[in-house]
């Protein structure tokens, strides 16, 4: 499962894209809708960065959400998912990611939702 923010128009955006290329039954939902307590996740956690949540229930944070998102899609997404969970590519996309995370208001589709708290 994905887990994104719902308030944030780019978070939503991207999830609609990625929601359109995963297998079928593979959940894509705001964490406003879910019981966040089941997944051992927090207001906090969900609020700073996308989860992949996978069928053991570990859940991974960030860039390694999209990674294993992708990698969940298959063909050259997949491909693309393993290189972004894979060191020294994953250092860069952690990186990457944070830039992404905090600057997300500034990015198309974005309203002040998207703020993250300071």
Not at 13 to 39: F, H, K, M, T, Y
Not at 51 to 70: C, N, Q, T
């Amino acid at each position: 499962m994905l887990v994104f923010d719902g308030d944030c128009g780019f978070c939503t955006s991207s999830a609609r894209w990625i929601d359109a290329r995963l297998p079928e039954g593979v959940p894509v939902e705001p964490w406003q809708s879910l019981d966040l307590g089941e997944l051992g996740l927090t207001e906090a956690d969900v609020t700073t960065a996308a989860y992949w949540v996978d069928a053991s229930g570990k859940a991974h944070r960030g860039h390694m959400a999209i990674g294993h998102s992708l990698m969940t899609a298959g063909g050259l997404w997949g491909i693309i998912g393993r290189v972004i969970i894979t060191p020294p590519i994953s250092w860069l996309a952690k990186a990457g990611y944070a830039v992404v995370a905090k600057y997300r208001y500034k990015l198309p589709g974005a309203t002040d939702a998207c703020r993250l708290p300071n």
